[in-house]
């Protein structure tokens, strides 16, 4: 993979910057020197036995996201859908999940520390990232729980921000259609023993569909002190959103009209929300084959919106305040072995309101429905051994043990009964919403791992690894009940997950591989009753593919791509009239999701990508009776540098103006769509410091 300079930084020319060994290194480098994360220390790709895609800082500022889905969804086996704004659900390996715990089986993190506690997960916090100026995101794709824990089952996405040593000054404006204005910029101060940076973004968009506008603004600050051997590290990042919400639209095909697909049936809807974490890092080495780093951190997060989607439409309230601890002991043994080991600890406070403002239903009354607060304690031991065998083996063996505790205060009446305790009138089944007396949990789960590489030749790997997932269950599963559920007894989802993959490069051919095989069991779901329960299953194979070659120097052509099904696996009817068969496929599970991109270096300053996204037909429903026809589009960008320290870039969006849904379900009788936007161009002008 070549790369060539534009606006005073490499562009790779490949554009695709994701994979496996194609990544945004140079054609000239190998294996060895492409570098990974997945283990919360660097690690030699060479050595890696799982799947993990790399998305380089060049592919982020060509593409230059309005939407996090832009950006991830170029890995294969991940899909990001947008919703309305800047929400977002989540398939890494799996179908597309939803509902209150769904994001418990994905991890995402920020220079490899979670950005929320454990229990305490929401599907759109992914918004509590700053995507757009990171150095580069990590796309972990299977369970990586023996180093990370609870909830990396099916993947995990790490976002790493700049070093402070590595960033230069600079500042850039975009503008787009509906009012989208977008300011960012970069500072740093670099010493002899302390370096010191901060970026910071921008954003106001008036939103195409009607009353959706939206406010965003992210900060990161990073000070890294050197002192002899040590290091000492500060890191702060800040969000804050102010969001218009749109809800679906209904009726088959209606994001095929412009006009329905424009509108917006809940202008009432908003969402705010904002976040603060600080995050420490203390390195040393404690001999010649000995090292050991302690990362302290605090998170705040708090995030209040209208649940346009229920009937009634109450109001969330919720939030989360933690600290904890994540430490990693590195050493070598007998000569070669190395030895990764560690102790985590965190301790957490959220809470959670629900209150319905205006009456709407019998079982539904005015008044606050939930207003419970739970403290967390996690406590976690890990061990690691990575141990070559001769010059072409390496295997690696690993195992977690993670202890977390809830302690759950109910701040009102117990049971499904009113705010004042009595009952819902002309409501033979009770209100809706119920609540468990005050109570305390505790989950206790070990997860273990085993990979072995195999180099072929020195650029032919192949890999297998045997690795088990898991998640406690979410405090909004275990509290927020509903009917005649006065306890939830649920157990943790385990995911198994079988691998086999190869990687490697034929000169400027590089490719990635990956066969994988995964049963969950203990799947959370809500049954007939409106119980949640914990007895379901589900299966999951599928094969991915990473594929990039540069035939002359100004020219890449790359692929990325997954065939995949994930089926159930039990029988059961569920919460909604349908019911769920063994066999058939699980709902929003597209088998197949491709892109390919060409990347052109059309003058020695231009560099131009192409890109097709193919994302093919899914059920929308459990009964496999009802599903979306997929869709493909094209997306063109345009980078051009007119000055030593000035460049321009042209982003296309659906450069065919295709109608489309970035999400389809069915529910309630009716097809029910998040509608993709149509063609839309951005500009941006940009000043970079040599």
Same mark, same amino acid.
């Given at each position: 993979?070549?790369s060539?300079?534009?606006?005073?930084?490499?562009?790779?020319?490949?554009?695709?910057?994701?994979?496996s060994?194609?990544?945004s290194?140079?054609a000239?480098?190998?294996?060895?020197?492409?570098v990974?994360?997945?283990?919360?220390?660097?690690?030699?790709?060479?050595?890696?036995?799982?799947?993990?895609?790399?998305?380089?800082?060049e592919?982020?500022?060509?593409?230059?996201?309005?939407?996090?889905?832009?950006?991830i969804?170029?890995?294969? =086996?991940?899909?990001?859908?947008?919703?309305? !704004?800047?929400?977002?659900?989540?398939?890494?390996?799996?179908?597309?999940?939803?509902g209150p #715990? /769904?994001?418990?089986?994905?991890? %995402?993190l920020?220079?490899?520390?979670?950005i929320?506690?454990?229990?305490?997960?929401?599907?759109?916090?992914?918004?509590?990232?700053?995507?757009e100026? $990171?150095?580069s995101?990590?796309?972990?794709?299977?369970?990586?729980?023996?180093?990370?824990?609870?909830?990396?089952?099916?993947?995990?996405?790490?976002?790493?921000?700049?070093?402070?040593?590595?960033?230069?000054?600079s500042?850039?404006?975009?503008?787009g259609?509906?009012?989208?204005?977008?300011?960012?910029?970069?500072?740093?101060?670099?010493?002899?023993?302390?370096?010191f940076?901060?970026?910071a973004?921008?954003?106001?968009?008036? =939103?195409?569909?009607?009353?959706?506008?939206?406010?965003?603004?992210k900060?990161?600050?990073?000070?890294?002190?050197?002192?002899g051997?040590s290091?000492?590290?500060?890191n702060?990042?800040?969000?804050?959103l102010?969001q218009?919400?749109?809800?679906?639209?209904?009726g088959q *095909?209606?994001?095929r009209?412009?006009?329905?697909?424009?509108s917006?049936?809940?202008p009432?809807?908003?969402? *705010?929300?904002?976040?603060v974490?600080?995050g !420490?890092?203390?390195t040393?080495?404690l001999?010649?084959?000995?090292n050991?780093?302690?990362?302290?951190?605090?998170?705040h997060?708090r995030?209040?919106?209208?649940?346009?989607f229920?009937?009634?439409?109450? %109001?969330?309230?919720?939030?989360q305040?933690?600290?904890g601890?994540?430490?990693?002991?590195?050493?070598?043994a007998?000569?070669?072995?190395?030895v990764?080991a560690?102790?985590?600890?965190? $301790?957490?406070?959220?809470?959670?309101?629900?209150?319905q403002?205006?009456p709407?239903?019998?079982?539904?009354?005015?008044?606050k429905?939930y207003?419970?607060?739970?403290d967390?304690?996690?406590?976690?031991? @890990?061990?690691?051994?990575?141990?070559?065998?001769?010059e072409?083996?390496?295997?690696?063996?690993?195992?977690r043990?993670e202890?977390v505790?809830?302690?759950y205060?109910?701040?009102?009446?117990?049971?499904?009964?009113?705010?004042?305790?009595?009952?819902?009138?002309?409501?033979?089944?009770?209100?809706? @919403?119920?609540r468990?007396? *005050?109570?305390?949990?505790?989950f206790?789960n070990?997860?273990?791992r085993i990979g072995a590489?195999y180099?072929l030749?020195?650029d032919?790997?192949?890999?297998?690894?045997?690795?088990?997932?898991?998640r406690a269950?979410?405090?909004?599963?275990?509290?927020?009940?509903?009917?005649?559920q006065?306890i939830?007894?649920?157990?943790?989802?385990r995911i198994?997950?079988?691998?086999?993959?190869?990687?490697?490069r034929? #000169?400027?051919?590089?490719?990635?591989?990956?066969g994988?095989?995964?049963?969950?069991?203990?799947?959370? %779901?809500?049954?007939?009753?409106?119980?949640?329960? /914990?007895d379901?299953?589900?299966?999951?194979?599928?094969?991915?593919y990473?594929?990039?070659?540069?035939?002359?120097d100004?020219?890449t052509?790359?692929a990325?791509?997954?065939?995949?099904r994930?089926t159930?696996?039990?029988?059961?009817?569920?919460?909604?009239?349908e019911?769920?068969v063994?066999?058939r496929?699980? *709902?929003?599970?597209?088998r197949?999701?491709?892109?390919?991109?060409?990347?052109?270096?059309?003058?020695p300053? =231009?560099? $131009?990508e192409?890109?097709?996204?193919?994302?093919?037909?899914y059920?929308?429903?459990?009964?496999?009776?009802?599903? @979306?026809? =997929?869709h493909?589009l094209l997306?063109?960008?345009l !980078? @051009?540098?007119f000055f030593?320290?000035? /460049?321009?870039?042209?982003?296309?969006?659906?450069?065919?103006?295709?109608?489309?849904?970035?999400?389809?379900d069915f529910a %309630?009788?009716?097809?029910?769509?998040f509608?993709g936007?149509?063609?839309t161009?951005?500009?941006?002008?940009?000043y970079?410091?040599r």
């Amino acid at each position: 993979m070549r790369s060539v300079h534009f606006a005073s930084r490499s562009f790779t020319i490949l554009g695709l910057a994701v994979a496996s060994a194609l990544g945004s290194a140079h054609a000239a480098e190998t294996l060895d020197e492409v570098v990974v994360t997945a283990t919360r220390q660097s690690q030699s790709l060479r050595t890696y036995a799982g799947s993990a895609s790399i998305v380089g800082p060049e592919a982020v500022a060509l593409v230059g996201p309005t939407h996090h889905s832009e950006i991830i969804n170029r890995a294969p =086996g991940a899909m990001i859908q947008r919703n309305s !704004g800047q929400e977002s659900l989540t398939a890494i390996r799996s179908p597309v999940l939803s509902g209150p #715990g /769904s994001c418990g089986a994905f991890l %995402f993190l920020e220079n490899s520390v979670p950005i929320r506690p454990v229990g305490f997960c929401n599907v759109n916090e992914m918004f509590e990232l700053n995507f757009e100026q $990171a150095s580069s995101i990590e796309v972990l794709r299977g369970p990586v729980g023996v180093v990370y824990g609870s909830g990396a089952m099916h993947g995990a996405i790490n976002v790493l921000q700049p070093d402070p040593s590595r960033v230069v000054p600079s500042v850039a404006l975009e503008i787009g259609p509906d009012e989208y204005y977008r300011a960012r910029g970069t500072f740093s101060l670099l010493g002899t023993n302390t370096d010191f940076a901060v970026g910071a973004i921008a954003t106001d968009d008036g =939103g195409w569909r009607q009353d959706t506008g939206l406010h965003e603004q992210k900060l990161n600050a990073a000070l890294v002190h050197r002192a002899g051997d040590s290091t000492f590290s500060l890191n702060l990042s800040a969000t804050n959103l102010n969001q218009e919400t749109a809800g679906f639209i209904q009726g088959q *095909d209606s994001y095929r009209i412009e006009s329905i697909a424009k509108s917006n049936a809940n202008p009432e809807a908003y969402r *705010d929300a904002y976040s603060v974490r600080l995050g !420490g890092g203390y390195t040393t080495p404690l001999g010649d084959d000995m090292n050991l780093s302690v990362r302290p951190y605090f998170r705040h997060s708090r995030m209040d919106f209208i649940q346009h989607f229920l009937v009634g439409k109450p %109001f969330e309230d919720n939030g989360q305040d933690s600290l904890g601890v994540l430490t990693a002991l590195e050493m070598k043994a007998f000569t070669n072995t190395n030895v990764l080991a560690g102790l985590d600890l965190e $301790a957490a406070r959220g809470f959670l309101k629900e209150t319905q403002p205006t009456p709407a239903t019998n079982d539904r009354p005015v008044g606050k429905h939930y207003d419970y607060e739970v403290d967390s304690r996690v406590a976690a031991l @890990y061990a690691q051994v990575t141990q070559p065998i001769g010059e072409r083996f390496t295997l690696t063996a690993g195992a977690r043990a993670e202890y977390v505790e809830y302690d759950y205060d109910n701040k009102m009446n117990s049971g499904n009964v009113r705010e004042d305790g009595t009952p819902c009138p002309n409501s033979p089944l009770g209100c809706v @919403y119920s609540r468990p007396a *005050d109570r305390k949990d505790d989950f206790t789960n070990v997860t273990s791992r085993i990979g072995a590489t195999y180099a072929l030749t020195n650029d032919h790997i192949v890999y297998a690894s045997i690795a088990r997932g898991y998640r406690a269950p979410d405090t909004s599963e275990l509290y927020r009940l509903q009917r005649q559920q006065t306890i939830a007894e649920l157990d943790s989802e385990r995911i198994d997950s079988v691998e086999l993959g190869v990687r490697g490069r034929f #000169g400027p051919f590089r490719y990635a591989l990956a066969g994988f095989v995964m049963e969950k069991d203990n799947v959370i %779901f809500r049954d007939a009753n409106a119980f949640n329960v /914990s007895d379901g299953r589900t299966d999951h194979e599928g094969i991915e593919y990473e594929l990039a070659w540069s035939p002359i120097d100004t020219l890449t052509l790359a692929a990325a791509g997954t065939y995949a099904r994930h089926t159930y696996a039990f029988d059961r009817a569920i919460e909604g009239g349908e019911t769920i068969v063994s066999g058939r496929d699980v *709902d929003t599970a597209p088998r197949h999701v491709h892109t390919a991109r060409v990347s052109w270096q059309f003058v020695p300053n =231009g560099l $131009a990508e192409l890109e097709w996204v193919s994302v093919g037909r899914y059920y929308l429903d459990a009964s496999n009776q009802h599903e @979306y026809e =997929g869709h493909n589009l094209l997306n063109l960008r345009l !980078g @051009y540098r007119f000055f030593e320290n000035w /460049s321009a870039t042209l982003r296309v969006n659906n450069l065919t103006d295709r109608a489309y849904a970035d999400r389809a379900d069915f529910a %309630f009788g009716n097809y029910r769509y998040f509608p993709g936007r149509g063609r839309t161009a951005f500009v941006e002008v940009s000043y970079r410091a040599r």
